[in-house]
């Protein structure tokens, strides 16, 4: 019984719709709209954020967010992530973030430890 359920709900999976695009250059155009908003509001965050950075590193962090997802194919992922970064942009235009949330973007990575005795024990040597 629950095979048949499977089954029958398969056909109906594939036929799901983007979202918002209609096609892969729809989705593109609505990803680079939404860095174009973003490159330009890049010098606002900065003033109204009174982060201690310069318009360039904001720009050159709002590059690599966008870079870090274009491996990304299926529009209906795409869609997603335009969405989730037009509320950002919202959130952040408004003012409805604090000055760490906008830091917390920019903040370095840390190193990853290591986490075995023998890696440890081999770098010491």
Request: net charge positive; charged share 35%.
């Amino acid at each position: 019984m629950s095979s048949q359920l499977v089954k029958g709900a398969r056909p109906a999976l594939k036929e799901i719709k983007a979202v918002l695009s209609s096609n892969r250059d729809d989705a593109r155009k609505r990803v680079l709209q939404l860095y174009k908003l973003w490159y330009r509001q890049a010098p606002y965050v900065v003033l109204d954020y009174d982060v201690p950075l310069t318009t360039e590193r904001c720009r050159a962090r709002i590059r690599d967010e966008f870079e870090k997802n274009r491996h990304v194919n299926d529009i209906r992922a795409i869609d997603l992530l335009v969405v989730k970064g037009q509320m950002e942009l919202v959130e952040t235009a408004e003012i409805w973030k604090q000055r760490g949330h906008i830091m917390d973007y920019f903040e370095q990575q840390k190193p990853v430890q290591d986490k075995d005795f023998l890696s440890k024990f081999l770098k010491t040597k």
